[in-house]
């Protein structure tokens, strides 16, 4: 497959904007800036931020054994999403591939760029229904969402391994529940598999939702073009330094995780004792897919008891399900106890 026959012929063609510091970068203190008609007052902030997160990414690099060329930052992994759709698809001739129920994100992307969605519904085990997949033709992109938003769980690793060695597009593995899985992230596998863009996110396990900042993954010919097209200044200055921050203290994003499957688990226990809960699905995320008797009784329930949790029963195969975030130990107990008094 040859990448760049997938790019959009106006994107191959353009000549990306230059930052004044894409154009020029010196971490020296003696250096004097009248490049980018920035306000001379130091208030920590003043300055434009780096433009390509070089240290984020170079601590990344280490963690992630990749180098810091397969890798682009993005104000929240939507950003990124969004730039994968400008890139390789044509407004209004283009077609993409969603396996409902999944990340309603990927749908309002293609709409706002104008690409037509083909939805090829995950199986009643919420699988990817392989041979339906590949009978779509001159699809663009198939979005995979594993672990799955909003049914918890992973997809097969064969079912995966063969949409990317047959599917004729871009496969966009989204993998912003990973940390909570006992699956492995397909990292490992960029270098196997050129037309695979994975992406992630600090939202969840390293608990930076309210900064917004995503990763994409992909061979550095993807990278270099999603790059063309990326604003000059999408990560700040201060998002750049809390997600520094976060990487150096490791052992507590570590621990947190743990502590979010600890209570994954000890939630399922007892979700299994509430009457109105017919069925609680695996999760391989920091989230449990449950369904109940009547979901918009049970929704209107739960917000009278001052507890806000997401009604899923209007998507695809989630009829009267609700998803409930794993919360800390104290949050589920109240969780639990409200569950049970209800019933």
């Known amino acids: 497959m040859k990448i760049l026959e997938l790019v959009r012929n106006n994107v191959k063609e353009l000549n990306p904007y230059a930052s004044a510091r894409d154009e020029y970068q010196d971490s ?123 049914t918890g769980n992973c997809f097969a690793v064969s079912d995966v391994e063969k949409l990317l060695e047959n599917f004729q597009g871009i496969v966009v593995l989204d993998e912003a529940y990973i940390d909570f899985s006992e699956q492995k992230s397909w990292l490992n596998k960029l270098d196997d598999f050129p037309n695979l863009i994975i992406t992630q996110t600090f ?5 930076l939702a309210g900064i917004r900042l995503g990763i994409g993954y992909a061979s550095t010919e993807i990278i270099s073009v999603l790059n063309k097209i990326k604003p000059p200044y999408n990560v700040n200055s201060l998002t750049q330094q809390s997600v520094l921050d976060r990487l150096i203290n490791r052992k507590e994003v570590a621990f947190e995780i743990q502590q979010i499957k600890a209570e994954r688990e000890n939630l399922i226990i007892e979700l299994q004792t509430i009457s109105f809960i017919s069925k609680i699905y695996h999760s391989d995320a920091n989230f449990l897919l449950v369904k109940v008797d009547d979901a918009n009784f049970r929704y209107q329930q739960f917000i009278e008891k001052g507890i806000v949790i997401r009604n899923r029963t209007n998507q695809l195969g989630c009829k009267n399900c609700l998803r409930l975030t794993v919360g800390t130990k104290a949050e589920n107990t109240r969780l639990i106890n409200t569950l049970k008094a209800i019933q």
């Not at 397969?70 to 929240?76: A, F, Q």
């Not at 950003?79 to 400008?86: A, G, P, V």
């Not at 077609?95 to 104008?114: C, E, H």
């Not at 939202?203 to 608990?207: H, I």
């Open 28 to 150: 020296s203190n003696n250096m004097l800036f009248l490049d980018a008609n920035e306000n001379p007052f130091d208030n920590g902030v003043n300055r434009y931020p780096d433009p390509q997160q070089l240290q984020v990414k170079s601590k990344l690099s280490k963690i992630k054994n990749l180098s810091t060329n397969n890798m682009l930052l993005g104000n929240g992994s939507d950003e990124i999403l969004d730039l994968i759709f400008r890139v390789f698809c044509e407004p209004n001739k283009d077609k993409v591939i969603t396996l409902p129920p999944t990340y309603g994100m990927y749908q309002v992307l293609a709409n706002i760029n104008a690409v037509e969605v083909v939805e090829v519904p995950l199986s009643n085990t919420f699988q990817p229904q392989i041979d339906k997949i590949l009978e779509v033709t001159n699809a663009k992109i198939l979005f995979l969402c594993s672990p799955n938003n909003p």
């Open 203 to 207: 939202s969840k396990a390293y608990g």
